[in-house]
């Protein structure tokens, strides 16, 4: 069965200074991988996603992803955060393939401080 | 284009009560999916509907059940409540289901159930 863990519950960080949020997969199988991000009472929105190809997925905002098979790793990066960053992100996977029936992970909240 | 909208957004039921969220899908999508995401937890799969038929189902018991109509809107219907159903429930859309789209899940804002 497949499982996302999202190695960090919460990560504070000043503002523009850069950041990485960690998340780790299992699958026995090709995968595809998505950041989704929740601002406070809201939907998710999609981040970026790993289909194939690059290793390198850039999304919005200025956030990158890096899809490493060898550690089943998809951490996510960003520069530079800003406070309007703050919120909660999501790794998921689809076991399906596709965008349908993503398992995701327990979240990491982003705090950026000024 | 008019994003997924979900109603009621704020929702308070007693235990062994049955209820009913409705959610309507992003003009030009035919696909509807159900998360059901509790306090600090990420979401999980309930399941997906596809021209009016259950497309898939995560593991959630029977009383858990949904409807999707002929204009793409969708239903999501759970009886007999239990504390633990308490959560937000989200909506997504989506077109076509499965396989490799330029239309990812788009998600609603949720429907915030508490059960008391």
């Known amino acids: 069965a497949q499982s996302v863990t999202q190695l960090d519950s919460q990560v504070p960080v000043f503002e523009e200074a850069p950041v990485e949020l960690r998340c780790n997969y299992s699958s026995s199988v090709s995968v595809y991988l998505f950041w989704y991000v929740q601002y406070p009472n809201q939907g998710l929105q999609l981040l970026l996603k790993?289909?194939?190809?690059?290793?390198l997925v850039k999304g919005i905002n200025g956030f990158e992803a890096e899809f490493n098979k060898s550690q089943t790793s998809f951490h996510l990066r960003k520069p530079s955060v800003h406070i309007s960053d703050t919120a909660e992100y999501f790794c998921a996977v689809s076991p399906s393939g596709g965008y349908n029936k993503l398992i995701f992970g327990a979240g990491t909240r982003l705090a950026v401080h000024p | 284009e008019t994003g997924v909208t979900q109603s009621p957004t704020h929702l308070i039921k007693t235990r062994g009560q049955q209820v009913t969220l409705r959610c309507s899908s992003q003009?030009?999508?035919?696909?509807v999916s159900w998360y059901q995401q509790a306090l600090g937890q990420g979401p999980q799969f309930i399941f997906q509907?596809?021209?009016?038929?259950?497309?898939g189902r995560g593991n959630f018991p029977p009383r858990f059940s949904g409807l999707q109509f002929p204009n793409y809107s969708s239903e999501l219907n759970v009886n007999a409540l239990e504390l633990d159903d308490s959560a937000l429930y989200l909506c997504?859309?989506?077109?076509?289901?499965?396989?490799?789209?330029?239309?990812?899940?788009?998600f609603g804002n949720g429907t915030r159930l508490t059960v008391t």
């Open positions: 790993y289909l194939s190809g690059s290793t």
């Open positions: 003009s030009g999508h035919n696909t």
């Open positions: 997504a859309s989506s077109s076509p289901p499965g396989g490799l789209s330029n239309s990812p899940l788009h």
């Open positions: 509907y596809y021209r009016e038929e259950e497309n």
